[in-house]
């Protein structure tokens, strides 16, 4: 499916995060995506992550302790509302990682809604899991 230049725009904003903490290893360049009132449902996390910081600490946390090989984002769905303000992307990804002695191979679906303030995109609340079993 072809996305419309508002949808690539957003599209384009979740790319160029996940490249920060995935393939650049700068969890910290996520201060500039995600909202000061961020929140997060993470698979890691028994608890909802409240505010941009705690976001951060813990997609940080995670990068500093795998060694990341791989990283695909696919099948992407951008759904824009509210006039043109706000944003839902869902997409599938595929992960491989070392942590411990370990190299892990996942696949999963995420799902993030934008706000557009001052004019660029910003995350406030993300949720992701890996696929059921099954």
Partial sequence: MKLSPQEEEVWQTVLA???????????????DYFHKDMVAITATDRSRLDGREACISS??????????????????????YGGGNL???????????????????????????????GGKWLAVADQFSSYPAG
């Fill in 59 to 80: 997609w940080k946390a995670f990068s500093d302790n795998a060694s990341i090989h791989r990283w695909n984002e696919f099948d992407p769905k951008v759904q824009i």
């Fill in 17 to 31: 995060l996940n490249r920060a903490w995935t393939k650049e290893g700068n969890a910290g360049a996520l201060k």
């Fill in 87 to 117: 944003a839902v992307v869902t997409y599938y990804f595929e992960m491989s990682f070392d942590m411990g002695s370990q190299t892990i191979d996942i696949g999963g679906r995420d799902m993030f809604v934008f706000v557009k303030e």
